[in-house]
């Protein structure tokens, strides 16, 4: 089978850039992240009140657009995945994994039987909503699903070998924000610790040739530094609401300064 394209073009070390989603509930914001060079997005519902039927609507958009729709699941919402997955979204992020156990099962529920236990349907955007054998869309579908195993806490990385090796499992990532609150240094993503966390997961993900994120640092030489210990180059430029707020902050200075220069 050929891999996924958005994972090969991690393998290949092509920069991707993902573009998150938590505040806006309208395709706009999907067609600014096409429009200003992404590649991606994610669709946040851990840290949103957004409903599923929005959720799939901006994912549809992205698909419609050439641009990878991620969803990031609340925590342990299995049954979510798939009606986000029916409506268009093409992979899953799930937070606070801690162990195997757990990422099997939101494995299981992004893959049609017999690798898992998605409920099988006919039609999906993806393919047109054309009425589709289950010979061909689950094939199609299964091919083209990304399953991202998000670790935050010290259980999770302990377990990130046994994670990795999962079939059905296509990327961990690690949430420095959390990872760093947890180890209580909040913020503080210098600490050794997250970088003794990334080279282990890294080693753990090369053994079982899997990808690795870092995820949750705006901080360009931090990220680079934790990068090169074996991340794959799949990088967060912000969420909606944080980007807004930095283009609306810039604005006002911008004003301010004009204002005083008039006086």
């Not at 409506?87 to 299981?108: D, F, K, M, Y």
Request: glycine share 10%; aromatic share 4%.
């Amino acid at each position: 089978m050929t891999e996924q394209p958005f994972l090969s073009r991690l393998r290949a070390g092509e920069l991707t850039l993902m573009m998150g989603i938590r505040s806006a509930r309208t395709p706009d914001a999907v067609r600014i992240a096409h429009a200003t060079g992404h590649h991606a997005i994610m669709i946040d519902l851990e840290h949103s009140a957004m409903s599923v039927d929005v959720a799939t609507q901006l994912a549809v958009t992205a698909h419609d657009i050439g641009l990878v729709p991620l969803v990031r699941i609340p925590e342990r919402e299995y049954g979510m995945i798939g009606r986000l997955l029916d409506g268009g979204a093409q992979g899953i992020i799930a937070p606070r994994v801690e162990t195997a156990e757990q990422a099997l099962a939101i494995a299981q529920a992004c893959r049609f039987a017999p690798r898992g236990q998605r409920s099988q349907l006919a039609m999906v955007p993806q393919l047109g909503m054309r009425p589709t054998p289950a010979a061909e869309l689950n094939t199609k579908l299964d091919g083209d699903t990304v399953v991202v195993i998000l670790l935050e806490t010290p259980a999770g990385l302990a377990n990130a070998d046994q994670i990795a090796a999962l079939d059905g499992v296509d990327m961990l990532a690690i949430g420095a924000n959390d990872l760093t609150a947890e180890f209580g240094a909040p913020g503080l993503f210098d600490d050794p610790r997250v970088g003794e966390a990334v080279s282990a997961s890294a080693g753990a993900c090369r053994r079982h040739g899997k990808l690795l994120m870092v995820g949750g640092i705006a901080d360009l030489s931090v990220l680079g530094t934790l990068s090169r210990l074996g991340a794959c180059p799949l990088y967060l430029t912000g969420t909606d609401s944080d980007l807004l707020y930095a283009g609306a902050l810039a604005r006002t200075h911008q004003f301010t300064q004009w204002s005083g220069a008039r006086r």
